[in-house]
T-cell receptor, first 110, second 116 residues
Framework: TQLLEQSPQFLSIQEGENLTVYCNSS?????LQWYRQEPGEGPVLLVT?????EVKKLKRLTFQFGDARKDSSLHITAAQPGDTGLYLC??????????FGAGTILRVKS | GAVVSQHPSWVICKSGTSVKIECRSL??????MFWYRQFPKQSLMLMAT?????????EQGVEKDKFLINHASLTLSTLTVTSAHPEDSSFYIC????????????FGPGTRLTVT
C-alpha cells in the first residue's frame, strides 16, 4: 500500500478550467513538497510546506498543508497548456527521506 | 541557485558491463544525496541515501552490491550499476539536500540507461 495516496491519477481538462490534486496519508510528515516533472527531465520543486494549516500561493497555484500535517492539496486556477506535466507530492520523513505519491498526469487542452 | 547536474544524460551499454552515473550539486554543498529510479509514467522510487564520507543506506529490496554508491565530496555522488542487465534499464535520478535547507531536495535532470 502507498504511504502517500495521490489522486487523481490522470486529469485531462480544457484550458481555463480549475483543478485540484490531493495527497493523503495516515502518517504525519515533517514537510510536504510538490514537484512538477516533464518527460525526460528531473522533477522541479514548486513549493515546500512545513506548518500544519499552511497555505502558499505561486501565481495560479495554491498549495495547502493539512492541519494535522497528514494531507495536502494543489489547486490550479484557470489552467493553461503550459501547466501540462506530471505533478508529484512528496512527504518528508525522519532522516530527510522523501516518500512520493504515485503522481498525477495533467493534460490541459487548448 | 540549487542546480544539480547528472552525467551522462543517457547511456547505452551491453549486458554484463558496468556503468557509472555522476551527480553534482553545482552551486551548493550537500551532505546528503539521494538516488531514485523511475519507470515510464510512474513515480520515483528511492533506491538509496548517500551521505558524504560514510556508507550509503539502501532501501529494502535494492542490492547494494549491484548499485554501488560513493559520496566522495560535498558536491559529488556516483552510482555504479555493476554487471548491468536489460531489467536495469530505467531512468535514474539523483537529488541533493542543501546544508542550509532542512526539508528540500533538488533534483538532477536524470540519466536514461538502456542495457542491450
Amino acid at each position: 500500500t502507498q504511504l502517500l495516496e495521490q489522486s487523481p491519477q490522470f486529469l485531462s481538462i480544457q484550458e481555463g478550467e480549475n483543478l485540484t490534486v490531493y495527497c493523503n496519508s495516515s502518517s504525519v510528515f515533517s514537510s510536504l513538497q510538490w514537484y512538477r516533472q516533464e518527460p525526460g527531465e528531473g522533477p522541479v520543486l514548486l513549493v515546500t510546506v512545513v506548518t500544519g494549516g499552511e497555505v502558499k500561493k505561486l501565481k495560479r497555484l495554491t498549495f495547502q498543508f493539512g492541519d494535522a500535517r497528514k494531507d495536502s492539496s494543489l489547486h490550479i486556477t484557470a489552467a493553461q497548456p503550459g501547466d501540462t506535466g506530471l505533478y508529484l507530492c512528496a512527504g518528508g520523513l525522519y532522516g530527510n527521506k522523501l516518500v512520493f505519491g504515485a503522481g498525477t498526469i495533467l493534460r490541459v487542452k487548448s | 541557485g540549487a542546480v544539480v547536474s547528472q552525467h551522462p544524460s543517457w547511456v547505452i551499454c551491453k549486458s554484463g558491463t558496468s556503468v557509472k552515473i555522476e551527480c553534482r550539486s553545482l552551486d551548493f554543498q550537500a551532505t546528503t544525496m539521494f538516488w531514485y529510479r523511475q519507470f515510464p509514467k510512474q513515480s520515483l522510487m528511492l533506491m538509496a541515501t548517500s551521505n558524504e564520507g560514510s556508507k550509503a543506506t539502501y532501501e529494502q529490496g535494492v542490492e547494494k552490491d549491484k548499485f554501488l554508491i560513493n559520496h566522495a565530496s560535498l558536491t559529488l555522488s556516483t552510482l555504479t550499476v555493476t554487471s548491468a542487465h536489460p531489467e536495469d534499464s530505467s531512468f535514474y535520478i539523483c537529488s541533493a539536500r542543501p546544508l542550509t535547507k532542512r526539508y528540500e531536495q533538488y533534483f538532477g535532470p536524470g540519466t536514461r540507461l538502456t542495457v542491450t
